[in-house]
């Protein structure tokens, strides 16, 4: 009978240590967020035509880097779509 209570009192206890732990990480992990301006003294430009451009090319690798008789694989390893990838973005930076 004894043994029965100290097995039940573990378990509320493990269970109160689990439920204390769980409530603290909840409330580490809550933070708001909030997106500022830009400053006028920033050296970066965002160019969201060029984003938008690169996106794309990048998404249509399958139609521009692959022949019609070849099976397009995009851009997985080794393919030829991974090198026309990669081959376009070096061309691209180098030119910025």
Do not use: W
Request: glycine share 4%; charged share 25%; proline share 2%.
């Amino acid at each position: 009978m004894k043994e029965k209570i100290q097995d039940k009192l573990k378990t509320i206890l493990v269970t109160i240590i689990l439920c204390t732990t769980s409530v603290i990480i909840i409330q580490n992990n809550t933070t708001n967020v909030t997106a500022s301006e830009p400053e006028e003294d920033s050296s970066y430009i965002l160019s969201t035509d060029l984003i938008h451009r690169v996106t794309e090319n990048l998404s249509n690798i399958i139609y521009t880097a692959y022949d019609e008789d070849e099976l397009p694989k995009g851009r997985a390893f080794g393919t030829k779509g991974e090198r026309y990838a990669a081959d376009y973005l070096v061309s691209l930076l180098t030119n910025i």
